[in-house]
């Protein structure tokens, strides 16, 4: 299941399974995520999961959704997306993994650390393939 790391302070994160097909953030109560915070709108953006496939959109707030220092309107998400709302840091991850309090904070400020790992992901059988052809 895919979910967003949220950076809540210097040393605090927040895990946050994507499991409705539309999930709102941003200042107003009455949003899924909510972010206390004076650049972001009352109603920011918005992650809609569709299958595999999930997007963020801009819900004409007035500070603009980031994905990975890019301004976008609308962008499908890929797994180590940084993302941006109203300066509050956040990462998408659309692994099912669930990490500790000390690994989310690494992927949440570590820049490049989630595409290193992602290129780390080699399952066993494909490993043993590997191996077996370099011989």
Not at 102 to 118: D, H, N, Q, S
Request: with cysteine.
């Amino acid at each position: 299941m895919p979910k967003l790391l949220l950076l809540i302070s210097a040393n605090t994160t927040k895990q946050i399974k994507l499991r409705k097909p539309e999930t709102r953030i941003g200042r107003a109560t009455a949003n899924d995520v909510v972010i206390r915070h004076e650049r972001v709108s009352r109603f920011h953006a918005a992650l809609v999961v569709d299958g595999p496939f999930v997007t963020i959109k801009n819900l004409a707030s007035s500070n603009g959704v980031y994905v990975n220092d890019i301004k976008v309107e609308a962008q499908h998400l890929v797994d180590g997306d940084s993302i941006s709302i109203g300066g509050c840091r956040m990462r998408f991850l659309a692994g099912d993994q669930d990490f500790s309090s000390v690994e989310a904070l690494r992927l949440l400020t570590i820049p490049g650390l989630p595409v290193e790992l992602a290129s780390r992901r080699i399952s066993p059988t494909w490993a043993d393939a590997l191996r077996g052809a370099a011989a």
